[in-house]
């Protein structure tokens, strides 16, 4: 609006009208006052131009307007000659008769008011509107110490007046004004976590959802003191911070692990006061939980808010919502992660299941009169277990088996290499213990120290009815007799790939006789474990085979098999099982 | 996806970003890499020119946050310009006119950087 209503003109003529005929002089620039000041909606112009206009009328020097804002406190919204920095001040004042003169002396008991005398306020006209009080104006002593004479107060009042339609208009704008701004920063506020849900949406990285997390905390609160800390197996660990790294504030956090509402530090209940101690020394004045179905998976730190001001419940939800919504992207994105980790470790295992499988014979020679077989079950984990039969001569046959420590394919890539050198050494075999000692010496070299190779592997010979042997460590072989007798194939040395070899390897030699029985295994078997937790033990594995003598060599097979597995019952293989049977005919 | 281009261009004593776009969760990253190189090319006197700037969010506000402290430590500053009504709002009712120089042009900022460089 920026001209005066005509209503307006016309209820400034019937005001005028109402004047005594002394003040028709004052008319005119009545009106004029009237049309500036309602066509204004800046409050603070229109109070500073009613109190100007008194002032230049009465010849006062000082003078304010003072603004009801809350039930007895006034603002001062106007000022002039008391001094700078006044305006934007609070007076409390307790509710004052209609018109009061020389308010410092007359107003008695709770209505004496210091402001007044500090300011040697001589005047004070209520500003009225529905006939309730709203403001003040307040004026100091006239120049020449002239009192107010009874019409000078009436048309101070009738100014007053004529001004209070407009005070509470721009009043009422004021109002509206706040109430806007308020709803543009819930808007605000709704749009950021729109925003964000959208994003963290896309974002299958925690650790940019926590840096996204923190932007919108540093540009929505202002805080530039803040730390995002995580909630893991009980124990919380900080992942971002603008903190200080003093370990007591992780320390103090640990109290705060289930930490169930927003939570202002100078709030805090005196029993976690304690606690929160060094919290408090680092600046942090809010906690925030992070929640995913009502578990605290999070926790925010925040400081102090841009511009020093305090935390409202309002900041307390937004904050909430926004570390709520964070939380589920940031579980989400670790779930993701470990997903993909797991698959990457069961691809990695498919392949080093294969790389063993494909070391495996096929297929085991004929040996004349004699009756072979083999299995080998891999573990979920893959171990590196190995077993070879290779042909040499008509009547020469190597037999091998082996296990590396470790699993997966480094295990299965160590245990190639030993395949690799073991047929490589095959048809130029003729020193078994100076062959395992470079099979030795080739493992140290590709292990560097840190895995081994247990191993066993020796030479049947059908035309002497012999097998020589070494045994680098491995689980000694059994060699069970037709009469029962049991022989365990243990020389050899140490295991391959600890050392470079010194000792040169001790071979073993035993006379095969029709009948026997050669089992070949490796650890799988005999330390298979039971739901108890014990293992299956080469006792067991030795009575079996006992029990077992004269069966074709699958049968035996089979017959181990199923017993480690009746004995394993209900859990988990945990390593390869591998085994060689060899009925010597 | 929502556009937003950050160009950088170094001026006599002062490097200037101008923003385009949206700045938003989704673009903050961008600018964030901009200011980093800044930081590590030792340019501590930034305009932020944000003359075509349509829309900026408090992930966006954030970047600015987040290097403010920085840039001061070593006696630079961030001062903005060319602020339409709507990004200007966004950041008025957020507070941070109290934390940031806010001018008209480039040019009014160039020479604020110009002054403080002949006092310090």
């Given at each position: 609006m920026k001209r005066p209503r005509v209503s307006q003109g016309v209820s400034v003529a019937k005001a005028a009208q109402s004047l005594p005929p002394k003040l028709s002089e004052d008319l005119l620039p009545l009106f004029e006052f009237s049309n500036v000041v309602n066509a204004a909606h800046d409050l603070k112009f229109i109070l500073g131009t009613v109190l100007l206009t008194v002032m230049g009328k009465m010849l006062v020097a000082r003078g304010a307007v003072l603004l009801k804002r809350e039930r007895d406190t006034f603002e001062v919204v106007a000022a002039r000659?008391?001094?700078?920095?006044?305006?934007?001040s609070s007076v409390t004042l307790q509710t004052l008769p209609k018109i009061i003169r020389d308010p410092a002396k007359e107003t008695k008991g709770r209505s004496r008011n210091k402001w007044f005398l500090s300011h040697d306020i001589r005047l004070l006209v209520p500003i009225l509107s529905n006939s309730s009080v709203v403001g003040y104006l307040a004026l100091g002593g006239r120049v020449g110490r002239k009192p107010f004479s009874a019409p000078d107060r009436k048309l101070i009042t009738s100014l007053v007046n004529l001004s209070a339609a407009a005070v509470e208009k721009a009043v009422m704008v004021e109002r509206l004004k706040e109430a806007h701004r308020s709803l543009d920063r819930k808007l605000q506020e709704l749009k950021t976590l729109f925003e964000l849900s959208k994003e963290f949406n896309l974002v299958l990285n925690a650790d940019k959802v926590i840096r996204l997390l923190t932007f919108s905390l540093l540009g929505q609160i202002g805080v530039n003191r803040y730390a995002v800390c995580l909630v893991d197996g009980g124990t919380i660990k900080i992942v971002a911070s603008r903190l200080s790294d003093d370990p007591a504030l992780l320390r103090a956090l640990q109290d705060f692990c289930d930490l169930k509402n927003p939570m202002l530090i100078r709030e805090i209940d005196k029993k976690l006061a304690r606690s929160a101690a060094p919290l408090k020394e680092a600046g942090v004045q809010l906690m925030i939980p992070m929640h995913v179905q009502n578990r605290t998976k999070g926790v925010i730190l925040l400081g102090e808010k841009l511009g020093g001001s305090e935390y409202s419940k309002e900041d307390l939800e937004f904050l909430y919502s926004l570390a709520n919504l964070a939380i589920i992207s940031i579980e989400n994105a670790r779930l993701f992660q470990e997903t993909l980790e797991k698959q990457r470790l069961e691809d990695e295992l498919k392949i080093a299941r294969e790389i063993q499988q494909g070391l495996l014979p096929q297929t085991l020679p004929a040996i004349g009169g004699y009756d072979l077989a083999a299995a080998n079950v891999s573990s979920k984990q893959v171990g590196g277990d190995y077993y070879d039969v290779i042909r040499r001569s008509d009547t020469e046959y190597v037999i091998a088996i082996g296990d590396v420590s470790g699993k997966g394919t480094p295990a299965a890539l160590l245990m190639a290499s030993i395949q690799a050198a073991l047929r490589a050494l095959v048809p130029l075999l003729h020193d078994l213990p100076e062959a395992t000692g470079r099979m030795n010496d080739l493992a140290c070299e590709n292990t560097g120290g840190d895995t081994f190779i247990t191993f066993f592997w020796g030479i049947i010979d059908t035309a002497r009815h012999q097998l020589r042997y070494v045994n680098a460590g491995h689980n000694p072989p059994f060699l069970i007799r037709k009469d029962g007798s049991v022989i365990r194939l243990q020389k050899g040395g140490l295991i391959l790939?600890?050392?470079?070899?010194k000792r040169p390897y001790e071979e073993g030699e035993v006379e095969l006789k029709a009948g026997d029985l050669l089992f070949l295994f490796t650890d799988g078997v005999s330390e298979a474990m039971n739901a108890r937790g014990e293992d299956f033990t080469e006792e067991r594995l030795e009575s079996i085979l006992k029990s077992v003598g004269g069966s074709p060599a699958r049968e035996i097979l089979q017959h181990v098999r199923m017993h480690v597995q009746e004995f394993s019952k209900?859990?988990?293989?945990s390593d390869d099982i591998t085994m060689l049977v060899v009925n010597v005919g | 996806m929502s556009d937003f281009k950050v160009n950088h261009r170094d001026g006599e004593g002062f490097s200037v970003l101008e923003l385009k776009g949206y700045l938003d969760a989704h673009t903050a990253p961008d600018l964030e890499t901009t200011f980093q190189k800044l930081l590590t090319d030792k340019k501590y006197n930034i305009i932020v020119n944000?003359?075509?700037?349509?829309y900026i969010s408090s992930a966006g506000l954030g970047v600015f946050m987040a290097y403010i402290e920085d840039v001061r430590k070593n006696r630079g500053d961030i001062k903005l310009t060319n602020m339409s009504p709507k990004v200007y709002n966004v950041f008025d009712l957020l507070g941070f006119p109290v934390l940031y120089e806010i001018y008209r042009d480039e040019h009014e900022a160039a020479n604020k950087f110009r002054q403080q460089s002949k006092k310090g």
């Open positions: 000659g008391l001094g700078s920095g006044i305006e934007g790939g600890m050392m470079k070899t209900g859990t988990q293989q | 944000c003359k075509d700037l349509t």
